[in-house]
């Protein structure tokens, strides 16, 4: 039989390494420093940040420019030494694990909910989700969904905040139950802008003042439609639902389709349509959504909520 020797583990000060690494204590504290006056510098005008870190001092564009701006130069900087890429590889794993890029920060660890605002990542992140997501534009404002159920009246000359609608607060005993998000565009006309919640419900506030006109317990991942009565929503049970546009009073509720793992509504002439998993168009009745038929498309399924095109 033969026998393997494992070589012991040779213990040696960190000292000593570094020296054998050819880096310097100054090299740690460099890299050290970077990190830990980001936070500050984070709230420095962009000029004053570029000036404060080395870099030419150049006007700022909003607040896409703070994390870029602060980047190059710290970047260039990190990478310079072994230190600061040790730094830099930190500094990246917080970013990953802290950003709400991977996973919903309801159910990371309290110390990555702590450090969330402080990097840059993290409005990276939400910029990318605010594209994906979009929004509606309306008498010179944006309407559009957050993560954690808020809907957001956004002018458009300026990118001011008009004001911000509580969709849906979380809610439950764990971190998946409190998963509250506005995952679909909203719903605006000249009156009102509503939107859904999963795991929450569907709200509508005036659309000057933003106070709340009415709310409604529903929990949908798919959007929403409406005609010049009702609004339609898909639930995340698979029922199509209808209420009454003024005051959100349930009108009728057809769960026919529950098994076809179907998408959000969209109005088709005179019927009220949703796409399922195999393609197929299914129209109901908006009076009373009594079932009338289903269509074939191309036999794939939809990817997103279906879009009404005007016929030319």
């Not at 890299?31 to 000029?47: C, D, I, K, R, V």
């Not at 929004?135 to 009246?153: E, N």
């Not at 002439?269 to 949703?274: I, Q």
């Amino acid at each position: 039989m033969t026998r393997h020797v494992v070589p012991a583990v040779v213990r040696r000060p960190s000292h000593e390494i570094a020296a054998r690494l050819g880096v310097q204590p100054a090299d740690w504290l460099k890299g050290f420093l970077l990190l830990a006056t980001y936070p500050a510098s984070a709230a420095l005008p962009a000029e004053d940040r570029s000036f404060a870190l080395g870099e030419p001092q150049q006007s700022g564009h909003g607040v896409v420019d703070v994390p870029f701006t602060w980047s190059r130069p710290a970047t260039a900087e990190l990478f310079t030494e072994f230190a600061g890429k040790f730094v830099a590889i930190v500094l990246l794993m917080l970013q990953l694990t802290s950003s709400g890029g991977t996973f919903p920060m309801q159910t990371v660890p309290r110390f990555f909910q702590l450090i969330n605002p402080w990097l840059p990542m993290t409005y990276v992140v939400s910029g990318l989700r605010q594209a994906i997501s979009g929004g509606i534009a309306v008498r010179g404002a944006l309407f559009t969904g957050t993560a954690g159920g808020r809907l957001l009246a956004i002018d458009l000359p300026t990118g001011i905040v008009g004001w911000d609608g509580t969709v849906a607060n979380p809610k439950g005993a764990t971190e998946l139950e409190r998963i509250a998000d506005v995952t679909s565009l909203p719903l605006v006309d000249q009156q009102q802008a509503c939107a859904v919640a999963y795991q929450g419900r569907l709200a509508c506030f005036d659309i000057t003042r933003g106070t709340l006109n009415w709310s409604r317990d529903v929990s949908s991942l798919y959007g929403l439609a409406a005609d010049a009565k009702y609004i339609y929503v898909t639930d995340d049970k698979g029922a199509v639902q209808a209420l009454d546009r003024s005051n959100g009073a349930s009108v009728w509720k057809q769960d026919l389709l529950a098994a076809r793992r179907i998408g959000g509504p969209q109005i088709f002439g005179d019927f009220v349509g949703v796409v399922d998993a195999e393609g197929y168009l299914h129209l109901m009745s908006p009076a009373n959504g009594a079932y009338v038929g289903r269509m074939a498309t191309d036999g794939s399924a939809a990817t997103s909520q279906p879009v009404a095109m005007r016929p030319t």
